[in-house]
């Protein structure tokens, strides 16, 4: 009885061993993955109107001039907008939809169209520069 309980006992060893090496890779994998964040992101935000009134619901697209950057994109949301953006120089495009009619049953919404003029988004050639003295960066579209 006494060998039983020995050979148990050292077999109970081995498997705490074994999970404590187990336990051991499994946070050593977590770790290595843990390095710098990468580049530095600083806040931008501010206003977006059309003819005077802020863009009820809308998209701003932020294309990085470097190559290596990486397009961001912020919803605007009456009439604001707010993002992260990695240092450098950015184009700004600005696009919004309303509805034009009723709600056409068999699509089962209203008809759309885009009312920002091109010279905002693909024709766009606003710009802002990250960082800046000022965080803000408010635009006021006309037709």
Not at 58 to 63: A, K
Request: proline share 10%.
């Amino acid at each position: 009885m006494l060998e039983a309980l020995a050979a148990a006992d050292g077999i109970m060893q081995q498997v705490s061993q074994r999970l404590r090496l187990a336990h051991l890779l499994i946070l050593s994998s977590a770790l290595a993955g843990c390095g710098p964040a990468g580049p530095t992101k600083y806040p931008v935000q501010g206003q977006v109107t059309f003819k005077g009134e802020p863009i009820v619901k809308g998209t701003m697209t932020l294309i990085p001039d470097s190559p290596a950057g990486r397009t961001a994109t912020a919803p605007i949301a009456d009439g604001k907008y707010s993002a992260e953006l990695t240092e450098g120089s950015w184009t700004v495009n600005v696009q919004a939809v309303r509805e034009t009619g009723p709600v056409i049953p068999a699509l089962g919404e209203a008809p759309r169209e885009q009312f920002i003029p091109a010279k905002y988004n693909r024709e766009s050639t606003l710009k802002i520069s990250v960082p800046s003295d000022e965080p803000e960066h408010n635009f006021a579209l006309e037709p």
